[in-house]
Nanobody
Framework: QVQLVESGGNLVQAGGSLRLSCSAS????????MGWYRQAPGKQRELVAH???????NYADSLKGRFTIIGDNAKNTVYLQMNSLKPEDTAVYYC????????????WGQGTQVTVSS
């Protein structure tokens, strides 16, 4: 059973930074993609960023330049470095891992709350 455990969510002032961590129970190389999604109150869950096993990263257009996703296979961990945070970044952030095959299998963490005050 794959487990993804997020940490690092907190209350921060606008302009501040946070680093979220997602610790996986298996090697991050065992997944085709790992990434982060977020869901704000009353809104749909949206992609923040994901990274492939080759290290290629993709970001939501609105977040490019402020957020960085980093994979550390030695620690089975994916990080999301968030800089210049804005109140609209307030959301629950979820770690996601994907395995492609005959079926697409998605794994999710429990989420970590990020609150940015103005």
């Amino acid at each position: 059973q794959v487990q993804l455990v997020e940490s690092g969510g907190n209350l921060v002032q606008a302009g501040g930074s946070l680093r979220l961590s997602c610790s996986a129970s298996e090697s991050i190389f065992s997944f085709n993609y790992m990434g982060w999604y977020r869901q704000a109150p009353g809104k749909q869950r949206e992609l923040v960023a994901h990274i492939t096993t080759s290290g290629r990263a993709n970001y939501a257009d609105s977040l490019k330049g402020r957020f960085t996703i980093i994979g550390d296979n030695a620690k089975n961990t994916v990080y999301l470095q968030m800089n210049s945070l804005k109140p609209e970044d307030t959301a629950v952030y979820y770690c996601n891992a994907v395995r492609l095959g005959l079926n697409v299998v998605n794994y999710w963490g429990q989420g970590t709350q990020v609150t940015v005050s103005s």
